[in-house]
Each structure stands twice: as structure tokens, then as C-alpha cells.
């Protein structure tokens, strides 16, 4: 095998295949499927990787492999065979499908080493590298007399690893240290030297006489209860020494989890977890979905068929939403199984990440909790998929690679052979019509636990409110409820739907809406800077004091940020303690977690926020929850529009009551009538799905449709109408008559960073031929969509996002 069949990091369409390269002496029996290696393509040299190896091209005259960016391979032979999958899927290139599944240091620059990994002498070859350091640069590997091979089985071995480190310019987290430079004697001798009113100085020469350890500065200047400014003369004079450490990288390294033990499940819980643990047994696929209530337990079924999975040396993948990634969540986790579990989010540095990323190959964890891109965790030998929150749109991944978790995880679990487990208590559609078919196994829990009732529910009309004089976005029922609450001692969660409540500014006398000049779209209103972004480009500018239009004074802000909430509670009811979470509260490292310590601490009455409060949230004192707008995303132009409503509402509805104390809802609405309000607040998931699944089959819509969605743009807008009305005839040329072919429709943000967006959409229920057809289309425009700043098309299967 002296030949490796490798894909070249060129994403195009005539790279998009296997290249042959020769493999020379030195990398015989190193080059393996799954590395990373550098090799010459044209004039240039560029990165590949290698997918197989094999003794025979057609090809003549082989290039070499130049270099091996990895000792040991990246991927394993499996995620290679998911990513020649997944370009099928998603029509991307291999090289994109396979870079989507690395962490993001394996793809930036960075600076290798090679770290010992032992105390115990080293054989002799590695003591001459490393001559007494601990890290030494692996160029001094490369100029070494030590073979590839050798080195791979020192690594193998255990006595050293190849470390990558990041060069990005995401900076590490360091701590400040001060170490004492002298002998106590000498500093003792230095303190004589000091002046008598330096007391600050002298303090700290003392503390150091007495202890030797280098400690934080921050927290030595807290002990001491001095400034920096006493430190620097010490510096100056050399008797401290001021330096920085690099933070330990594992996020959780430093806590400490309380261990908690399995819990006797419920005869319920029993009927549930059988079959799953059942297939585990038996080591076959099959896709559960489990569907229970809020709190009804499926968390401690995930937990204990984890626990199985261990017992038989296998491993498991857990994927949650990434906002419900949240501290509660990992703790249960990390508290049952300890250091067998990495955490992957988008909390953690890129080197963070990687770390992460290196237990799971290096086979030092067994279970992953993750969000999304966790489904491509480097396991060989897994036992069983979990997908908490199944109906989640954040599983999709929306650019690139359009890939949805779910599909990837089906996939997966037929190649180990082992169950899928779908969880939620508002399944999507499309999951809960194939557990209706039967194609998934449907497991039931109706009861919270605890004996705990789902919490009563009660919709307020704000249309009447207005009627009767409250002009305030709290109705009457709910700020008097709220107060009760704080009276009683009991906490309140408040929810306020983000995407529909913008802050846009508007001229009072005119009415005039202050847009984006690039974006067809409000500009939305950042209090702390007083400017004017666009979320969809970087576009800002500083907030006007006049209307550009009519020069009237009166251009204020409208609508309701969750900041205008706070303040607007806190006038009505000025003893509340309110805690806000959103984007602006929780940017800073760590800020979530504490917020929500604080509020399980009882720090507050009231916590307020967006979707990022309303999953996973288990505080047993919240008795109240009051969803502020309940229609906000009703009237957004998706036919999912209802579902996303629905399984909402359910959330944040199933975050009070959790345990002893009941609990109670408050929904404010425009639109008390709508069904997918009317029903949420009647739990009634049965229902709902059999009324939104008639008007899905009227409007041939998913699960009764498959969608395909083309997005054109252009800077021209003639050019894109153009380009989408010949995708149209295409298609409804080739495709069957039973294909729905829809377009050319402006996409509902019409404009985007000055370029026009059209948009063509398929519903179809059984189109074998149509990737190919799509194929021929991207390879039609290939040349124009190389063009910078050109023709762009996107086309997403299953497309989660239609503007
Ligand atoms: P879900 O994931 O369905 O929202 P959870 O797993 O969070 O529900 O369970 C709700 C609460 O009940 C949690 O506090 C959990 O620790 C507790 N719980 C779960 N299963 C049991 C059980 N069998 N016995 C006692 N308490 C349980
Ligand atoms: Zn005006
Ligand atoms: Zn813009």
C-alpha cells in the first residue's frame, strides 16, 4: 500500500474527487486513512486527507505526500464513510463535510509541540529531543534522527503526544501571578531596608517571609487588602517577581461535582426505558422517540441507559440544544458519571474545544455532552445516540454544510449498530408522524414527577386590557400575581420572545422606520453604545437625534427589548429583585452560570429573559411563569410558524410547579383564539398535531412533502430573477408532475448586504433523480459562482430558516 487517495482542501466542483499520491519512505506505515497531509497540487502546496490507501492507480507519474500534520488520524475510517454520506446529503463537497466534523484548532493555525506525558525516564532517542524540557517544538522532532515510526509508537506507548497550539487570536486565559524572588533571610533583609511609612510594601514582604508559594495577584492584594500600585516598587527592586499562568483549559477541571446516585424510576420510567435498554442488549438500531411531559423524568432514563452503555464498555453521544447547555444541565451530567464525560459548546475557547475533543479520541472519556456539532464526537465503539429536545431548530446548521444532527445520529447508530433516542415533550411534526407510522418506536410519559400537576394555565386578552385603559405591556392578572409571589417568598420566571420584539426606531410625527441601507430590515436600537445595528450585516450607526425624513424631534425606539421590560417592572413594582438574561447579561464568560446560581440562590424574585430561560430550567421555587407575547412569533412567514409557538409555550410553561409547590401560567396575547396558543395551554399535544398535520396535507407542507429550497443572490436584481425563474423551468421540466415547483418569490428579507435574494422552493414527495438535477445546475454556474462578490445559490434539504 505505497499509494494514498487523498481529497485536496480545494472546495470546488472539479477538485471534488480523489486525488493518488505517492507515499515516500519515511511515511510508509504512518500514512493512514483519516490523516491530514500536506501535499503538492499544482504550483501550490496545500492540505489533503488521506481517505484511503491502495497499490494500483491509473495514473503514471505519482507526486509524493509532502508531510503528516498528524501521527495519529483525525478521523476514523467511520466519520470518513458519514462524510462521503453527508456530501450526498447536503450536495457539499467531501473536503467541507469532513472539515465540519474537526474542531475549529485542527483547521486554524497553530503551532505544534511535543509534550512528555511521564516522570519515568525516557527511552534514549526522546531524552536527546527533549534534553530535560517538557515541551519541546515538533521541528525538533522533524530534525531528528528519530523515524515516524518510532515516533508513533512512543505515542502509542503513552510517554509523549503531539499538542497543537492554537496561534488564533483568541487569547488564552491567563492569571496574573507574584512570586517571591528572594530567600525569606533576604527579604527579611529587605524589609529593614524599607522605609517605615511604606506599611503596604511591608505588608506584603511580610506575607512573603512567611509563605513561599507564588499565589494570584488578585487574590493576594485581596488578602492583604492593598492596591497594585505597593506591588510595583517590590517588582522594581526585584524582590517579587510579577508573571503569567496559563489558566488550566478544562472548564470544569476546578469544580467539584457532587455524585448522585441512580434514582428508583417510576413504574412509568420502568415502561419507557425497557425496550431501550432492551436493544442495547441486543445491540441493534432502532430510533425511540421519547415523548413526556416537562419534568416527567426523560432526563434520568437518558442518565441510566448512559449508565448501561458504560457497563458494556461502549459509548455515548448526548446532544442538547445549545441554550440549554446550561450549568444545571452539564452538573447532572459530570455529577453521575464524573470524568468519563467532555462537554462541548460554544461557551469554550477553540482550544477549550479541542481538549475537549482529544478525551474523546484519546478514548479518556465515554460520554460526550454536546451541543449540535457534538454528533461527529470521534467514537468508535458507541453504544447509544441521545437527542434531548429533538424538535430543536438549532440542530439544523444553517450555512455550509446544511446538515441536520438528527440524520447524522440515524445514520451513526446504523453503522454501530446501537438505538437513537429522541426526546421531547413537543416532538417536531416530521418525528412524531413517523412514531405515529411506526418507523420509530413511541415511548410515553404523561406524569411529572413528584406527583407534581402540570402547572394551570390562564390566557390573557392584552386587546381588552388596552380597551380598559392599561396601556402597559404587563396586564393586571400578572403584575398581580407577581407581587403575590414576592410577598410569599416564591420566585416568578418571566419570558419575553426575542425575534418578534426587536427594538426598531420610528419617527413619531412620520411614522418613518429607520431601516438598514444595505438589508431590507429595521435597525435595531443598542442602549449602552446609543447605536443603531443591523443583525443581519455588521452596519452601524449612531442613533439620530432628528428624523432624517421630516426633521421631527420626536424619533424614539419602539417595541420591547427585555431591558424596557425590566425597567418598566421594576417602576411598577419597585421592591422586586430582578435578574435579566440575555444576550448583553450573559456575553461575558461565566455570566450565565452565575446568573442562574444567583436565582437558584434566591439572589432574586423575578428572572427575566429570552428563549435562553426557557429550556432545561429546574428551580423547584418558581411558581409562576408569564410568557409576555405569546404571538410574537406567529406571525413570522414560515409554515412552522404555529409549531415554533406551540413547543414555545410548552417550554416556558413547563418551568413552574417542578417539584413541591405548584405552579401557574400567565399567557398575554394578541390572539387568545389561535389554536397553537389555545391548545398549548391545554397541554394538548395530541391535538395540536392533528390540526396542524390537516393544514400541513392542505398545503402540502412536511411531513406530508419533502422541501427543497433554492436561495439566489446577486448584487443585480435583474441577474437573480434571471438566474431563479431558469432554476424554475429546470425543474419543473425534469421533475415528475407531482412536484410542486414554486418561484421565482423575492425571499421574505429581500435584501442582504446589498445583494438581492430570490428564492425557488420544491415539494415533492419522491424525486430520485433530483440531487443529480440540482448537480447539473451548480455545475452550470459554476464559473460565475466563483466570482467574487458574484452569483451565489444555496440549496437546503429539510430548510429550517425561509427567509
Ligand atoms: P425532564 O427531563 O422530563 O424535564 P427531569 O429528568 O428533569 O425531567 O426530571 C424532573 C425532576 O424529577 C428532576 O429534579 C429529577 O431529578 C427528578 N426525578 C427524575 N426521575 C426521578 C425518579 N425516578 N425518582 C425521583 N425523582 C426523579
Ligand atoms: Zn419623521
Ligand atoms: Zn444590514
Given at each position: 500500500m505505497n499509494i494514498a487517495r487523498v481529497i485536496v482542501d480545494v472546495p470546488s466542483q472539479n477538485t471534488n474527487r480523489l486525488f493518488d499520491y505517492g507515499i515516500p519512505e519515511k511515511f510508509v506505515n504512518i500514512v493512514q486513512p483519516g490523516m491530514r497531509v500536506i501535499v503538492p497540487f499544482g504550483p501550490r502546496k496545500i492540505l489533503g486527507y488521506v481517505i484511503s490507501l491502495t497499490d494500483?492507480?491509473?495514473?503514471?507519474k505519482l507526486k509524493n505526500i509532502?508531510?503528516?500534520?498528524?501521527?495519529?488520524?483525525?478521523?476514523t475510517p467511520e466519520l470518513l464513510q458519514i462524510g462521503k454520506w453527508l456530501s450526498k446529503q447536503t450536495l457539499s463537497f467531501y473536503v467541507s463535510c469532513l472539515q465540519v466534523m474537526l474542531p475549529q484548532v485542527l483547521k486554524a493555525k497553530y503551532r505544534k509541540e511535543l509534550w512528555r506525558l511521564t516522570d519515568e525516564v525516557l527511552p534514549e532517542e526522546l531524552t536527546n529531543i527533549f534534553a530535560g524540557r517538557d515541551i519541546v517544538n515538533y521541528q525538533e522532532f522533524v530534525n531528528s534522527e528519530l523515524s515516524y515510526q518510532q515516533l508513533r509508537k512512543y505515542i502509542d506507548e503513552g510517554w509523549v503526544d503531539v499538542h497543537y497550539e492554537v496561534k488564533s487570536r483568541e487569547t488564552k486565559k491567563t492569571t496574573t501571578m507574584i512570586t517571591p524572588l528572594l530567600e525569606p533571610i533576604e527579604l527579611e533583609e529587605a524589609l529593614i531596608d524599607?522605609?517605615?511609612?511604606a506599611t503596604k510594601q511591608r505588608t506584603i514582604l511580610e506575607y512573603f517571609i512567611e509563605k513561599q508559594d507564588p499565589l494570584p495577584k488578585k487574590q493576594l492584594l485581596s488578602i492583604l487588602n492593598t492596591s497594585a500600585s505597593s506591588l510595583k516598587p517590590l517588582i522594581k527592586q526585584g524582590n517579587i517577581r510579577e508573571y503569567k499562568l496559563e489558566t488550566?483549559?478544562?472548564?470544569?477541571?476546578h469544580r467539584d461535582f457532587e455524585r448522585t446516585l441512580p434514582f428508583p424510576l417510576t413504574e412509568e420510567q420502568q415502561v419507557a426505558i425497557v425496550p431501550i435498554l432492551h436493544r442495547l442488549e441486543e445491540e441493534k438500531h432502532e430510533v425511540f422517540l421519547l415523548?413526556?411531559?416537562?419534568?416527567?423524568?426523560k432526563t434520568e432514563i437518558y442518565l441510566q441507559s448512559i449508565q448501561r452503555v458504560l457497563d458494556k464498555d461502549q459509548e455515548a453521544i448526548m446532544l442538547v440544544p445549545e441554550i440549554a447547555l446550561t450549568p444545571q444541565m452539564v452538573e447532572r451530567f459530570k455529577g453521575r458519571f464524573g470524568s468519563k464525560v467532555a462537554v462541548l459548546h460554544s461557551g469554550l475557547s477553540a482550544g477549550e474545544k479541542y481538549d475537549e475533543w482529544r478525551k474523546i479520541q484519546r478514548k479518556e472519556v465515554q460520554v460526550v455532552v454536546g451541543?449540535?456539532?457534538?454528533?461527529?464526537?470521534?467514537?468508535?465503539?458507541?453504544g447509544i445516540i441521545i437527542i434531548d429536545e429533538?424538535?430543536?431548530?438549532?440542530?439544523?446548521?444553517?450555512?455550509?454544510?446544511?446538515?441536520?444532527a438528527r440524520d447524522v445520529a440515524i445514520e451513526r447508530a446504523k453503522i454501530h449498530e446501537c438505538p437513537v433516542v429522541l426526546g421531547s415533550a413537543t416532538p417536531a411534526l416530521e418525528t412524531y408522524a413517523r412514531a405515529a407510522k411506526g418507523n420509530y418506536q413511541m415511548l410515553t410519559l404523561k406524569k411529572r414527577m413528584n406527583?407534581?400537576?402540570?402547572p394551570s394555565t390562564e390566557l390573557i386578552d392584552m386587546r381588552d386590557e388596552l380597551h380598559q385603559g392599561?396601556?402597559?405591556?404587563?396586564s393586571r392578572v400578572l403584575l398581580d400575581k407577581l407581587k403575590d409571589r414576592i410577598n410569599k417568598g416564591e420566585q416568578s420566571v418571566l419570558f419575553l420572545n426575542r425575534r418578534g420584539y426587536a427594538t426598531f426606531v420610528m419617527c413619531r410625527d412620520c411614522g418613518h422606520v429607520k431601516e438598514c441601507p444595505h438589508c431590507d430590515i429595521a435597525l435595531t436600537y443598542h442602549r449602552i453604545q446609543e447605536r443603531l445595528k443591523c443583525h443581519y450585516c455588521s452596519y452601524e450607526e449612531p442613533m439620530p437625534n432628528?428624523?432624517?425624513?421630516?426633521?421631527?424631534?420626536?424619533i424614539r425606539y419602539f417595541g420591547t427589548g427585555t431591558q424596557k421590560v425590566e425597567e418598566a417592572l421594576q417602576e411598577l413594582i419597585p421592591e422586586a429583585r430582578i435578574i435579566r438574561m440575555d444576550v448583553d447579561t450573559t456575553s461575558r464568560k461565566g455570566a450565565h452560570e452565575r446568573l442562574l446560581n444567583d436565582f437558584g440562590n434566591k439572589k432574586a424574585d423575578v428572572l427575566l429573559g429570552t428563549q435562553?430561560?426557557?429550556?432545561?430550567l429546574d428551580f423547584g421555587n418558581v411558581t409562576l411563569v408569564g410568557v409576555?407575547?405569546?404571538?410574537?412569533?406567529?406571525?413570522?412567514?414560515?409554515?412552522r410558524a404555529s409549531e415554533k409557538t406551540f413547543q414555545l409555550i410548552t417550554q416556558v410553561s413547563g418551568?413552574?410547579?417542578?417539584?413541591k409547590l405548584a405552579g401557574e401560567v400567565i399567557i398575554q396575547t394578541y390572539?387568545?383564539?389561535?389554536y397553537s396558543i389555545q391548545l398549548a395551554s391545554e397541554y394538548n399535544f395530541e391535538q395540536f398535531f392533528k390540526e396542524e398535520m390537516n393544514l400541513r396535507k392542505a398545503f402540502n407542507y412536511p411531513p406530508y412533502f419533502f422541501l427543497t429550497l433554492f436561495t439566489i443572490s446577486h448584487p443585480n436584481q435583474l441577474k437573480v430573477q434571471e438566474v431563479t425563474q431558469k432554476i424554475v423551468y429546470f425543474m419543473r421540466k425534469k421533475l415528475s408532475e407531482e412536484a410542486d415547483i414554486l418561484g421565482p418569490t423575492p425571499s421574505?428579507?429581500?435584501?442582504?448586504n446589498n445583494r438581492y435574494r430570490y428564492q425557488c422552493m420544491v415539494k415533492y414527495k419522491?424525486?430520485?433523480?433530483q440531487r443529480k438535477l440540482i448537480q447539473r445546475i451548480l455545475h452550470y454556474y459554476e464559473d460565475e459562482m466563483k466570482e467574487e462578490n458574484g452569483l451565489q445559490i444555496t440549496v437546503d434539504f429539510q430548510p429550517y430558516q425561509l427567509m
Open positions: 494500483h492507480s491509473e495514473f503514471d509532502e508531510d503528516v500534520l498528524d501521527i495519529t488520524p483525525t478521523l524599607l522605609p517605615k511609612q488550566m483549559r478544562d472548564p470544569y477541571a415523548h413526556g411531559v416537562t419534568g416527567s423524568g451541543a449540535r456539532s457534538a454528533i461527529f464526537a470521534p467514537f468508535t465503539n458507541i429533538e424538535h430543536e431548530s438549532s440542530y439544523k446548521q444553517e450555512d455550509r454544510t446544511r446538515y441536520h406527583n407534581a400537576t402540570m392599561n396601556r402597559s405591556m404587563f432628528e428624523c432624517p425624513e421630516c426633521e421631527s424631534k420626536t435562553m430561560i426557557a429550556k432545561g409576555l407575547a405569546a404571538d410574537a412569533l406567529l406571525n413570522l412567514p414560515d409554515f418551568r413552574a410547579g417542578r417539584q390572539t387568545p383564539d389561535h421574505a428579507l429581500t435584501r442582504i419522491d424525486e430520485p433523480e
